[in-house]
Structures are given as C-alpha cells and as structure tokens.
C-alpha cells in the first residue's frame, strides 16, 4: 500500500528539499537536472499566472518517501487559432526558446526496488483519474530515452494512446581510469592538440587559470563567462544566452546553492592576465555536465581551434580521473572536438 499526495503550493515543496535529494540518489536516474535545487530555483524564476505547480509525491505506509512526480500544469497555445490548453509537462520544462535552459535527463524519481512500475502506476493513476478534467494535454519531454524509467513510463502510457517522439541527442564521453588511457583513446587530432598546442599558446605569454571556489571567484568568473560569450555570438549577429533575464537569474540563483555542494566547476583560461576563453561545467554524480563556454574573438584563429579544446578536456577531465571520481562527460550538444570519441545518449518525449 502506498499514498499519493499533491503539493501546489511552494512550502510543502519547499519543505521537500531533504526527502527530495535522498530519493535522488537512491533512484536510477540520479542527474543533476533533477536535484531539489535546479527544480526549485527553475520554478522561482519561471513561475507566472500561466503555471500551476503539479508535484505528486509517493510514501509508503510508514511515511516514507518512495516516489516524485516533479510536473506543473502550464496553459499552453499550441496553435494560433486554438483555445488554450491545460498541459501536464515536467518542472524545468516548456520556456520560451530565448529563455530556455536545457534541461535534459527530466524524469520520475522512484526508489522501491523491485516495484517502481507499481509506484509509477499508482502515480499515472493518479493523475488520469483524480485529477481528470483538470488538464487537457500530457507533455513530458527531454527524457532518457534508454533508461528503465522512461520505458515503464513508455510502456504504461502506450495503453492508454500515448506515443513517444524521438528528441535530439546528448553526446557524452565514457571516461577510463587514467588521463593518458583517455589520450590513447582519442583522436589523433585531439592527441596533438592536447599534448603540443598548450605548449605553442604558452610560448605566447603566461598563461594561467581561474577557477571559481567561492562567491567571489564565482562572481568574477561568471561575469567574464557572460562576457566572452555574449560577444562571440553579438559579433555573429545571434543574441547569445545570456540575454535573457530569465537564463541569467536562474544561473546566479543555482549557482549560488550549487557551490555549497560543490557542484560548480567554472574555469577561465588567462594569457599574461587577459582572459580568452571560460567553460561552465557541473560536476555532480561522478559525470561531469559541460554546459556553456565563451572565446575571446580576438584570439589567434589557430589557438580557438586547437589550445581552447585542449583547454576544456584537460581543466575538466585530467584531475578528475587522477582522483577517479567521474566516469563521463555529458555534452548539451555535439561538440567538434568530442566527434570522433564521443557517443549518444537519445532522448525522448
């Protein structure tokens, strides 16, 4: 026996936090987009007239907490000559294009070995029967596709119509145990930009790194971030992320909570004191999540296309298999330099 509750109010949600992270990392689908932090800040910065929060949350009968639906219900306009629609979709999902954040790997979270269909089941029942005439549509996007999780949830939506549709891919990089297993491993293109073109952007001047590791370096770190990258695309006529208001006080807000944990990693690359490049990564769950990046548009041609790939795989992957506390690096896209090592993870709606 279990209980299905429904929170649509923000303190019980908040009130969550603890219970929330634990059956995280219990379940199968332990990701970074799915910590109390990252729903909870997306929700504080998304939250309009248009959304209504939908959590369901799953205990067994002694009170423990098995099960987390973390949806809203938005209305949406799929079309221009539609009336508005009353659609189901997952916390972090369903912005506007220019304030989306990417939010990939959205799921269920379900500990109870042996029996997570029957929670989700008990969950899904609750949503068709309990709450029917409360909604209109069910959306659930940018989901695994290849996990168990997504497959119930596949296989039980299928008996009542529902289709899934493949999304773009997210390319990741399985990474060995030791730095020099993960040079042989790559490229010989990579190889040599690694290992020969750092030397070349250091006969350049003195190169060093800032890497942010408290609120201050954060603070400056992400402002040259921000920088970087929003010249780089101004100077291709494209407004670049951090336009947005939304993007950027999401990013400041869960940066803020995220570096408690420890989860931020956000580097900046200095020759002779001027910066020319930044990676925005997260670490979380031994995988490290490459999110965003900037250039320095005036820096010789040869070193954006050589020294800067070799400076995010070292800053992000060499210390972390020396200590063997990562076992991927998860791309929101597809990046030139991980072409030829990198594999896909599907996603699916």
């Known amino acids: 026996m279990m209980r299905i509750d429904l929170i649509t109010e923000e303190a019980p949600f908040v009130a969550l936090k603890d219970e929330w992270n634990v059956l995280l990392g219990q379940s199968g689908n332990n990701e970074i987009t799915l910590t109390w932090e990252w729903l909870y800040t997306w929700w504080t910065t998304f939250k309009d007239t248009s ?20 949806l809203q219900i938005r209305a949406a306009k799929p079309y221009r000559l539609f009336p508005h629609i009353n659609r189901i979709e997952f916390l972090a999902s369903g912005e506007d294009q220019a304030d989306e954040i ?39 996007v940018n989901m695994m596709a290849d996990c168990e999780m997504s497959r119930q949830l596949e296989s039980l939506l299928s008996q009542s119509g529902y289709q899934k549709t493949p ?29 020969r073109n750092r030397k070349a952007l250091a006969q350049e001047g003195q190169v060093d790194y800032l890497m942010a ?87 010789k041609k040869k070193f954006q296309e050589t020294s800067l790939p070799a400076f995010y795989f070292t800053v992000t992957v060499s210390k972390k298999l020396s200590r063997r506390d990562c076992v991927s690096m998860i791309f929101c896209q597809e990046a030139p330099f991980i072409k030829d090592a990198g594999q896909k993870h599907l996603a699916t709606s």
């Open 51 to 70: 959304r209504k929060l939908l959590i369901l949350t799953a205990r067994d009968m002694g009170g423990t907490l098995i099960g987390i639906a973390p």
């Open 102 to 140: 990417c939010s990939d790997y959205l799921n269920f979270i379900i500990f109870l070995p042996g029996r997570e269909r029957e929670v989700l089941s008990a969950m899904l029942d609750y949503l068709f029967l309990d709450l029917a005439g409360k909604w209109d549509e069910i959306g659930l």
């Open 213 to 299: 590791v408290d609120q201050t370096t954060l603070n400056q770190a992400l402002e040259i971030l921000i920088e970087l990258h929003q010249k780089r695309w101004t100077e291709k006529g494209k407004p670049g992320v951090f336009l947005s208001q939304k993007f950027l006080t999401f990013h400041k807000t869960f940066l803020a909570l995220a570096l408690e944990s420890c989860w931020v990693k956000l580097y900046v690359l200095r020759l002779d004191q001027t910066p020319i490049a930044a990676i925005y990564n997260f670490q979380y769950n031994h995988k490290i999540y490459f999110y965003q990046s900037g250039t320095n548009t005036h820096l």
């Open 167 to 195: 999304q773009e891919a997210c390319f990741y990089i399985s990474l060995p145990d030791t730095w020099d297993s993960f040079l042989q491993r790559s490229s010989a293109d990579l190889r040599s930009n690694i290992r």
